[in-house]
């Protein structure tokens, strides 16, 4: 269990995604209904608009969009590998262009902190260089490199304004590619700089290999602490967060849930990953998902779900995301449970070749 100024989380968890602080067409009733305990928010994206200063004039980022329980912020790296098109790195920081009017800003390190500080929420992510997942091991070793050097400029300024604000945790970041030694170096000397809340593992899931990102975390999983959790960044597929957990993480994000909702594609625990629009959903009476105890599964049938998407009703991207996000957080309640009982490498193998057996279905969509 992580505890944080405004509640517990228990883990392993997920953590919807609300970007622009708010998970994309839910309300934050929705998304506590479906049992997530923390949301995560984008601090480059919020300080675009509406802007850190009004989010804290407004309460910060809790008052603002009116969610009562734990929320991280990350800080910014990742949009350093997403909109690298529009940026340029240099050891003072990060200079963006906006991607909505085209003016430029400079994230630095000490700026990154203040702008969190801000936003208010309860764990704020350091700033990082994140290179993608198929980086050469130069460009790894030098996104590494800066990313600890960068880490200690954020503890100084964070340590610097810990009274200005609500109580906060600063988390570091491990980065160093798909190099196994860049990355044990990394989690070693972020310890050495003292104890943390927890420790995130950021760039992966960024290109490198399923194989790749599994030898990340098990050497990861033998390096960090335990007392504290293990965050691991952008991921949450329902099988890499099986494998992460069974690899040490804690802590997982995504905006795959409602990306996904918005686009007519569903988990569902004994037939993969699935599209509403298939033919075969027509008429359909049951349940999206017969297992599932979200409130779309409980109200409505396939048949209505698919007619939704196929009449282009905004419904249906609502019902969709809301499935989703409640699948992978009682996918982490399952997970939790069979962690509890010392079952965790049986329950999730079966439930895994169970998923992977159904073969992730691309059907016949069908007017």
Known sequence: MFHTPHGPV???AFMPVGTQATVKTLTPEEVAGAGAEMVLSNTYHLFLRPGHEEVRALGGLHGFMRWDGPILTDSGGFQVFSLAAINRVREEGVEFQSHIDGSRHLFTPERVMDIERALGADVIMAFDECPPGQAERDVA???HERTLRWLERCRRRFDETRDEGPAQALMPIVQGGSYVDLRRDAARRILDLGDWAGVAIGGL???????VMHEVLEVLDGELPADGPRYLMGVGYPEDMLEGVRRGVDLFDCVAPTRNGRNGTAWIAAEGQVNVKSARFRGAEGPLDPDCDCYTCRRYSRAYVRHLFVAGE????RLLSLHNVRFLVRLMEQARTAIAAGEYDHWSEDWLARYRGAGNN?????P
């Open 362 to 366: 691309h059907e016949r969509e069908e």
């Open 314 to 317: 905004v419904l249906g991207l």
């Open 10 to 12: 228990h883990t392993p």
């Open 205 to 211: 899931s960024v290109g490198e290999s399923k194989p």
């Open 141 to 143: 070793e030098a996104a």
